[in-house]
């Protein structure tokens, strides 16, 4: 796993070497506002992408400088969309979207990159789940909504809340373009390589399963195959 978090480490800083500018670096403390408005709900377990801990952290910082101070921890307000850092959860700060590009979470061994897509979405953190590189990419957020559930119960009406998770899927094409996946059933990913070279690849992948709906990993898999067909 270690040997993972180096590798990953490795790939995140190779962009911010190969664009590296003379102009001023910024410190880590320098991009950190005061979070002014947190609430229960903000800093609850349920909304954060890391429910039970908080984990340590790298940024890309928007002039391609890697940041980092391992006395912060970092989660990331799904709601909101919000970079959070703390060094002791009283005092709780936010990194503006503006000033970073990507970041490393990493915890027990393990590390996730997150990465702004610009012409998709500023403020969205999409995870990398495949860099493809010149081939096929695929990155995924999370949008959550909170669901209200009314009903009678003893003479009065109850509305509790449930917090649901809405996964969505960017398939970046080797051509720079992309597409956006909600539901991981064959008619929607078959549309999405509509008029695409590799269309024929999708259905072979696709036919060689009975599965009507597919999960995370089946489409990770799809875009595995293609990587290895796509020259």
Same mark, same amino acid.
């Given at each position: 796993m270690k040997r993972l978090i180096s590798s990953t480490l490795l790939c995140f800083a190779i962009s911010a070497m190969l664009?590296?500018?003379? $102009?001023?670096?910024?410190?880590?403390?320098?991009?950190?506002?005061?979070?002014?408005?947190?609430? %229960?709900?903000?800093?609850?377990?349920?909304?954060?992408?890391?429910?039970?801990?908080?984990? =340590?952290?790298?940024?890309?910082?928007?002039? #391609?400088?890697?940041?980092?101070?391992?006395?912060?921890?970092? #989660?990331?307000?799904?709601?909101? *969309? *919000?970079?959070?850092?703390?060094? %002791?959860? /009283? =005092?709780?700060?936010?990194?503006?979207?503006?000033?970073?590009?990507?970041?490393?979470? +990493? $915890?027990? %061994?393990?590390?996730?990159?997150?990465?702004?897509? +610009?012409?998709?979405?500023n403020k969205d953190l999409f995870q990398v789940l495949i860099n493809g590189n010149e081939k096929y990419s695929l990155y995924k957020t999370v949008h959550m909504k909170i669901v209200k559930e009314y009903y009678f119960n003893t003479g009065s009406f109850r509305v509790p809340e449930r917090y649901l998770d809405l996964p969505e899927y960017c398939i970046l094409f080797p051509n720079r373009e992309y597409r956006i996946i909600h539901l991981l059933k064959r008619g929607p990913?078959?549309?999405?390589?509509?008029? /695409?070279?590799? +269309?024929?690849?999708?259905?072979?992948?696709? /036919?060689?399963?009975?599965?009507s709906i597919y999960d995370e990993e089946d489409l990770k898999n799809l875009i595995k195959y293609l990587n290895k067909e796509t020259l």
């Open positions: 664009h590296a500018q003379e $102009s001023e670096r910024p410190t880590f403390a320098s991009i950190l506002t005061p979070y002014l408005f947190p609430s %229960d709900v903000s800093l609850s377990g349920k909304v954060l992408l890391f429910e039970k801990e908080w984990v =340590k952290g790298k940024l890309l910082t928007a002039n #391609n400088t890697v940041v980092s101070n391992d006395s912060f921890l970092f #989660n990331y307000d799904k709601i909101e *969309r *919000r970079l959070l850092a703390t060094t %002791d959860f /009283n =005092k709780i700060f936010e990194i503006d979207w503006r000033e970073f590009k990507a970041v490393l979470f +990493y $915890s027990h %061994d393990t590390g996730f990159v997150f990465k702004h897509i +610009y012409p998709l979405s990913i078959e549309r999405i390589f509509n008029l /695409n070279p590799d +269309y024929l690849k999708v259905s072979e992948y696709l /036919n060689a399963s009975t599965k």
